[in-house]
């Protein structure tokens, strides 16, 4: 079955503490990767997306991606979080051809301490 | 519009009682979704339009949901009879019809309903 999973739903760091959010997928087709943020009363925003290629990705706000196929992993890091960054963060799969739709994880939310 | 505009922000309703709420896509994007996004949950596809095509409706949860998208644009997703587990933020996205998943979504701020 085609499923994203997010195994933390709470991840508090202090203010300038390196982030590393986790993202696990099950996906029959060559999958596309996305990461979301989403802010309190805000839609969500793209952070970056892998689609093929190099497996590091680089995105917004100083966040980065990598995709391990060996692993079925696409985690998001970042060196030096801000307290801005606190927010709920969304990993989400789709398909490279075909379907349209995405199968999102049901996020992390990300505490971070002055 | 610059953004994908959803309307009402916020709404609270009677249990049982029917509600619209509105989506205003990018201009230029051609396919819109909505997803629900329940407490506690991730993010779940209720329905898709592109272009003229029929829509996708495989993730409407019951009768009770209907959408529809009028001249290409505007989408309005309809609850009726609303019971307390329709609570929760109602997400609407557009992207360009050639992407698809590809190029991901903008989404809308979202309608929160909260049914009483």
């Known amino acids: ?114 | 519009g610059a953004g994908v505009s959803q309307s009402p922000s916020n709404k609270v309703t009677e249990k049982g009682k029917d509600v619209e709420l509105r989506c205003d896509p990018i201009s230029g994007h051609t396919a819109l979704y909505w997803y629900r996004q329940s407490l506690g949950q991730g993010l779940e596809f209720l329905i898709y339009f592109q272009g003229n095509s029929a829509p996708d409706k495989s993730g409407l949860p019951s009768d009770r949901f209907s959408a529809e998208r009028t001249g290409g644009s505007v989408s309005t997703l309809t609850i009726q009879r609303t019971q307390q587990e329709d609570s929760a933020v109602y997400l609407c996205a557009s992207s360009l019809v050639l992407s698809g998943a590809g190029r991901g979504y903008t989404f809308g701020s979202g309608t929160r309903l909260t049914v009483v």
């Open chain 1, 1 to 114: 079955a085609q499923s994203v999973t997010q195994p933390d739903i709470h991840i508090t760091v202090s203010e300038g503490a390196s982030l590393e959010l986790r993202c696990n997928y099950s996906y029959g087709a060559t999958p596309y990767l996305f990461w979301y943020v989403q802010s309190p009363g805000q839609g969500l925003q793209l952070l970056l997306k892998y689609f093929s290629g190099d497996t590091l990705v680089q995105g917004i706000k100083g966040f980065e991606a990598e995709f391990k196929r060996s692993q079925s992993s696409f985690n998001l890091r970042k060196p030096s979080v801000h307290w801005s960054d606190a927010a709920e963060y969304f990993c989400a799969v789709g398909a490279a051809s075909g379907t349209y739709k995405y199968i999102f994880g049901t996020g992390t939310r990300l505490k971070v301490l002055a």
